[in-house]
């Protein structure tokens, strides 16, 4: 991807585009090629979703639409883009209506600083994991105009507990990846890869992986951290008054920033594409979706948390755990 973004940008320039046009025509077609990659990511987890939530309930989910449900999603898809898009009367047209894009484009824009080999990757920032981080905080944003805009306390409720979930548990979620910039020496993603090529931060930081992944999860606002949408109590959160497309654009969010936290898991603690005999980018899918199945796995075993102990479980418990590991891997640092 790197040597296609470069290659691009010097045709352009060959062209006597000017440079500055020219990085924007080609942050647009990386961009759709991105959202192209994420859309059938979805298809493809969806129908995991469904497979994985039957199994562990013992019944067969979709089967009837495709070779054992697997065109479900297509009939999905249509449904969605048919039905009709409405928008409540006193709610706020344009918030309303802005809010999907706010949640869907970080989870575009995430993409761009993951490498699934030291080629293959959008762009190699200097400060690309710094990036990653702060990127998802403006899907918050989005939640809580959607909240707002939608004139429905049930969707104020789900916004303004989308806002306290974030900030809580971004908190653990960057202090976590801390012992892995200091054995790594970079920000850059591409070298923390490469500097795992001996062996695997999961194996010298697992509590920091595991503090990484938890928050994660939250922040992807998967169960047992849904309470932005708590179906028992608010009927769909921030979502409630949305429906057709729209709604579609939440849900694409949703897997799509399952997807990049997984990935960048990967990344970050699994050495990326590595490993023996198959090539980089399948050895970085499979590590990608075994991540993801663990998640859909937690996601139908665990029951919701409550919002006191959604707090606890950041404040008490991964905040301190997150430190601690830091504590160690500076320690480690200094002494080797």
Same mark, same amino acid.
């Given at each position: ?56 309930? +013992? ?31 006193? $709610? ?14 970080? $989870? ?5 600083? #993951? ?60 202090? +976590? ?10 920000? +850059? ?12 931060? #999961? ?82 899918? #499979?590590?990608?979706?075994?991540? #993801? ?37 500076? +320690? ?5």
């Amino acid at each position: 991807m790197t040597a296609f973004v470069t290659w691009l940008e010097g045709l352009l320039k060959q062209s006597n585009i000017p440079a500055f046009y020219a990085q924007i025509i080609t942050a647009v077609i990386a961009g759709v090629v991105i959202f192209s990659v994420i859309g059938l990511s979805v298809m493809v987890l969806v129908w995991m979703e469904r497979k994985i939530s039957a199994h562990v309930q +013992s019944r067969l989910g979709p089967m009837r639409v495709g070779p054992h449900g697997s065109l479900q999603l297509l009939a999905d898809i249509l449904k969605l883009v048919t039905k009709e898009d409405m928008v409540p009367e006193k $709610a706020d047209y344009w918030i309303f209506v802005i809010a999907p894009f706010v949640v869907l484009l970080p $989870a575009v824009l995430a993409f761009l600083v #993951i490498p699934i080999d030291s080629k293959l990757v959008v762009r190699n920032l200097n400060v690309g994991l710094l990036y990653f981080l702060s990127v998802p905080s403006i899907s918050s944003i989005g939640l809580i105009m959607a909240g707002w805009g939608s004139h429905s306390k049930y969707s104020l409720l789900g916004g303004m507990r989308a806002a306290a979930q974030f900030i809580s548990y971004e908190i653990p979620r960057a202090i +976590s990846v801390l012992g892995v910039i200091m054995f790594a020496g970079s920000l +850059s993603t591409v070298a923390i890869v490469s500097a795992q090529s001996r062996i695997w931060y #999961i194996i010298l930081q697992p509590l920091g992986f595991l503090v990484f992944f938890i928050a994660s999860i939250a922040e992807c606002n998967r169960i047992p951290f849904d309470l932005p949408e708590g179906e028992a109590e608010l009927v769909g959160g921030y979502m409630t008054e949305y429906s057709g497309a729209r709604y579609a654009m939440f849900m694409m969010a949703e897997y799509g920033h399952l997807v990049a936290a997984c990935a960048m898991a990967t990344v970050l603690f699994l050495g990326g594409g590595s490993g023996f005999l198959l090539p980089p980018f399948v050895w970085f899918v #499979i590590k990608v979706f075994a991540l #993801i199945c663990l998640v859909m796995w937690i996601r139908w075993t665990y029951p919701r948390f409550r919002p006191d102990q959604l707090m606890d479980i950041s404040w008490k418990v991964l905040i301190p755990l997150a430190l601690i590991n830091l504590v160690i891997a500076g +320690s480690v640092t200094a002494f080797m």
